[in-house]
T-cell receptor, first 113, second 116 residues
């Protein structure tokens, strides 16, 4: 059975800290791995990773994929209270002509002032 | 920035009633999806839709569920006879045509469905 496992499930840090969120997967027909940020409602797209070893960056956030070891990490440096959210990892598999997403449970990040 | 919009934001319905959840995907997107998230659980795939037909569906998407694109902008999810266990947040998502490359799915704010 395809699965996506995120760790830790929750994390409390102080502003300015650096955090690393983990995502491991076992998916039969891997296509891409995606990270989303979910605050109150819609998961908001952060990154899509398809190739191993290529870091994607956006401001203080970065992510990398290891297709040999089947995991990805999401790093957030100099955290701010606005980073508080649930971070979702999802794997896109080859389903028909397009992929559906298999989600992990998410990591709930709380950043305290 | 273009976004996926969903209505209503909250729907309360008696068990056994039919509900229709509505979505307006991003205008130039061609792939459409429904996901659901039961409180405290993972986001789960329900169905994907392309070129006016279902591309893939999960085990959750049984005969009680149907999807439709009634016009050029709306994408709907219908639950024919709701059950208590259908209570969840339902997310619509859309993605662009990609050819052989991958495109991310963009999500709406969701409809919270509460079955009484």
């Amino acid at each position: 059975e395809d699965k996506v496992v995120q760790s830790p499930l929750s994390l409390v840090v102080h502003e300015g800290d650096t955090v690393t969120l983990n995502c491991s997967y076992e998916v039969t027909n891997f296509r891409s791995l995606l990270w989303y940020k979910q605050e109150k409602k819609a998961p908001t797209f952060l990154f899509m990773l398809t190739s191993s070893g290529i870091e994607k960056k956006s401001g203080r956030l970065s992510s990398i994929l290891d297709k040999k070891e089947l995991f990805s990490i999401l790093n957030i440096t100099a955290t701010q209270t606005g980073d508080s959210a649930v971070y979702l990892c999802a794997v896109m598999n080859y389903g028909g002509s397009q992929g559906n997403l298999i989600f992990g449970k998410g990591t709930k990040l709380s950043v305290k002032p | 920035e273009p976004e996926v919009t969903q209505t209503p934001s909250h729907q309360v319905t008696q068990m056994g009633q039919e509900v229709i959840l509505r979505c307006v995907p991003i205008s130039n997107h061609l792939y459409f999806y429904w996901y659901r998230q039961i409180l405290g659980q993972k986001v789960e795939f329900l169905v994907s839709f392309y070129n006016n037909e279902i591309s893939e569906k999960s085990e959750i998407f049984d005969d009680q569920f149907s999807v439709e694109r009634p016009d050029g902008s709306n994408f709907t999810l219908k639950i024919r006879s709701t059950k208590l266990e259908d209570s969840a947040m339902y997310f619509c998502a859309s993605s662009d045509f990609a050819g052989y490359s991958n495109q991310p799915q963009h999500f709406g704010d969701g409809t919270r469905l509460s079955i009484l």
